[in-house]
């Protein structure tokens, strides 16, 4: 892997814990700032390949290590949430500091698999304040793939009453899948990832509720989100299928919509193969969107209703 063009930095999250986020700037005076989720078992420097993209565009990168994830600094809490409120109330609290840093400027935000379903439940219950001028969700894991069997699932509710803070340890499921779940073609990232020191294989019982309730309600949630949003998906994703994606895209109510397949990619867009394409798609669908909110209004337009 290149070395990262980013610079790490600590915040402090609602409840005095800190976390880190990686910032790339941009190159010369900002004209937006970029807000990026990583997904389970992820990281900031997923983002690296938009980051460096953006910057010379006039666009800064923002991406904040999530709780509970890798490179959360305290140990204990890797692999656990007490409920996704939480996550809630950190990014709240983290775009008030970007808002505090940028003032006037708009914000994108980008969410990959299960920082795009994050996206999308607090989107759905956000004040206007933290609403964004566009969105977009890459690989959107926004529904479950499969229920469980009806004796996984009592032992699951069962373990919740009792235990929930026992973790559950995913490495002896993966073996023994028949076939590996591939996330990308590019051999040399998945080499990369299988080492990875934020790489979560142990995650407790409350907090696979946590997970299962983020994303249960992400069908529901499309409803409510009425900005400029593009959706990329993957025809070989192991998380999400092509079907439950386009159901979700048509859940969302705003004309201004788009969806993008990659039919030879995989989950991770950023890291596969057609990653120059995607790269493409995505920042002149921002610059688009960020020229049109500078182009003068006419003079007979009403004014449009401010989200922000």
Same mark, same amino acid.
């Given at each position: 892997?290149? /070395?990262?063009?980013?610079?790490?930095?600590?915040?402090?999250?609602?409840?005095?814990?800190?976390?880190?986020?990686?910032?790339?700037?941009?190159?010369?005076? /900002?004209?937006?700032? !970029?807000?990026?989720?990583?997904?389970?078992?992820?990281?900031?420097?997923?983002?690296? +390949?938009?980051?460096?993209?953006?910057?010379?565009?006039?666009?800064?990168?923002?991406?904040?290590?999530?709780?509970?994830? %890798?490179?959360?600094?305290?140990? *204990?809490?890797?692999?656990?949430?007490?409920?996704?409120?939480?996550?809630?109330?950190?990014?709240?609290?983290?775009?008030?500091?970007?808002?505090?840093?940028? /003032?006037?400027?708009?914000?994108?935000?980008?969410?990959?698999?299960?920082?795009?379903?994050?996206?999308?439940?607090?989107?759905?219950?956000?004040?206007?304040?933290?609403? +964004?001028?566009?969105?977009?969700?890459?690989?959107?894991?926004?529904?479950?793939?499969?229920?469980?069997?009806?004796?996984?699932?009592?032992?699951?509710?069962?373990?919740?009453?009792?235990?929930? %803070? =026992?973790?559950?340890?995913?490495?002896?499921?993966?073996?023994?899948?028949?076939?590996?779940? &591939?996330?990308?073609?590019?051999?040399?990232?998945?080499?990369?990832?299988?080492? *990875?020191?934020?790489? !979560?294989?142990?995650?407790?019982?409350?907090?696979?509720?946590?997970?299962?309730? !983020?994303?249960?309600?992400?069908?529901?949630? $499309?409803?409510?989100?009425?900005?400029?949003? !593009?959706?990329?998906? $993957?025809?070989?994703?192991?998380?999400?299928?092509?079907?439950?994606?386009?159901?979700?895209?048509?859940?969302?109510?705003?004309?201004?919509?788009? &969806?993008?397949?990659? +039919?030879?990619?995989?989950?991770? &867009?950023? =890291?596969?193969?057609?990653?120059?394409?995607?790269?493409?798609?995505?920042?002149?669908?921002?610059?688009?969107?960020?020229?049109?909110?500078?182009?003068?209004?006419?003079?007979?337009?009403?004014?449009?209703?401010?989200?922000?």
């Amino acid at each position: 892997m290149l /070395p990262p063009t980013c610079t790490q930095h600590p915040w402090t999250a609602p409840d005095g814990a800190t976390f880190s986020y990686s910032h790339w700037p941009s190159h010369a005076e /900002p004209r937006a700032v !970029l807000v990026a989720i990583h997904g389970l078992s992820g990281a900031a420097l997923d983002y690296e +390949p938009l980051g460096r993209q953006l910057g010379p565009l006039g666009l800064a990168t923002y991406a904040p290590e999530l709780r509970g994830q %890798g490179n959360d600094p305290v140990p *204990a809490r890797r692999g656990d949430l007490d409920r996704i409120e939480t996550w809630f109330a950190d990014l709240r609290a983290f775009l008030a500091i970007l808002r505090a840093q940028h /003032p006037g400027l708009p914000l994108f935000y980008y969410g990959e698999s299960m920082g795009a379903a994050l996206l999308v439940r607090f989107l759905a219950q956000a004040d206007p304040l933290d609403q +964004p001028a566009a969105l977009v969700l890459a690989s959107p894991v926004v529904a479950v793939q499969q229920q469980p069997p009806f004796w996984l699932n009592a032992l699951f509710r069962t373990l919740l009453i009792l235990r929930p %803070g =026992h973790r559950v340890d995913l490495r002896p499921l993966a073996k023994r899948d028949k076939a590996p779940r &591939l996330v990308t073609r590019d051999e040399s990232h998945r080499a990369w990832f299988a080492s *990875a020191p934020h790489k !979560l294989d142990v995650f407790t019982v409350r907090f696979f509720k946590c997970l299962q309730d !983020l994303i249960s309600g992400c069908m529901e949630a $499309a409803e409510r989100l009425h900005l400029p949003i !593009l959706v990329l998906y $993957a025809r070989h994703d192991v998380f999400i299928s092509e079907e439950r994606v386009e159901s979700f895209f048509a859940r969302l109510p705003g004309p201004d919509k788009e &969806l993008t397949l990659y +039919p030879e990619s995989y989950h991770l &867009l950023l =890291h596969d193969h057609d990653r120059d394409e995607v790269l493409e798609r995505v920042t002149g669908w921002l610059l688009q969107k960020l020229n049109a909110r500078s182009l003068p209004r006419p003079a007979s337009a009403a004014p449009a209703k401010s989200r922000s």
